[in-house]
């Protein structure tokens, strides 16, 4: 079982940056699918960004492009989220997700495997 921990999630005023890191508890972490998920209170989870494994492609939301940035560190089993030019809609819980093969569907939270915990971000105005 794969167990993903995600930090860096924290309090940012508008126009500001975090970098959330999701780490792996697996090395066959280095070939998966990941994804990161936000959910505001009162909203469904949606999709924010997706990298896959091997040859590391990159998706995101249309609601972050050319805002956040979605990469992969194998050497540390460890997938990044950069998110720049933050605004008070992005305060949500923002979640990591893997999966074990990479399905296109991968803007469905019910593509994935793992999950985890999730790391707040708040974004005042």
């Known amino acids: 079982q794969v167990q993903l921990v995600e930090s860096g999630g924290g309090l940012v005023k508008a126009g500001g940056s975090l970098r959330l890191s999701c780490a792996a508890s697996e090395r066959t972490f280095t070939t998966f699918p990941v994804g990161w998920f936000r959910q505001a209170p009162g909203k469904e989870r949606e999709f924010v960004a997706h990298?896959?494994?091997?040859?590391?492609?990159?998706y995101y939301a249309d609601s972050v492009k050319g805002r956040f940035t979605i990469s992969r560190d194998n050497a540390n089993n460890t997938v990044y989220l950069l998110m720049n030019g933050l605004n008070p809609e992005d305060t949500a819980v923002y979640y990591c997700?893997?999966?074990?093969?990479?399905?296109?569907?991968?803007?469905?939270?019910?593509?994935?495997?793992?999950w985890g915990q999730g790391t707040q971000v708040t974004v005042s105005s």
């Open positions: 997700a893997a999966s074990r093969v990479w399905r296109p569907s991968f803007v469905s939270s019910t593509t994935y495997d793992y």
């Open positions: 990298i896959r494994g091997n040859t590391r492609i990159t």
